[in-house]
């Protein structure tokens, strides 16, 4: 699990990435935008923590945060 980005209390966006085992059973990068909230960068850092992405339930909460990149983001990243 990686996590890509400005540190996640501060960003405009960032992602999630799963790990390599992860997305050989296809998990795919999260985007996750606006999360300048305390309690929303504990739920993402007790994700990761959990296993993230392919592993471990993605919070609900953090849905409202879920967003899809313009295509060359995706691309690029």
Do not use: H, K
Not at 5 to 25: K, W, Y
Not at 49 to 72: H, K, M
């Amino acid at each position: 699990m990686r996590y890509q980005g400005l540190p996640v209390d501060t960003a405009a966006e960032s992602r999630v990435q799963p790990s390599a085992a992860a997305r050989a059973i296809g998990a795919r990068p999260v985007w996750l935008g606006l999360v300048n909230d305390a309690d929303a960068t504990e739920d993402i850092a007790r994700w990761v923590r959990a296993g993230g992405l392919g592993v471990a339930p993605c919070p609900d909460i953090l849905g409202l945060y879920v967003f899809t990149p313009p295509r060359r983001a995706r691309r690029d990243g």
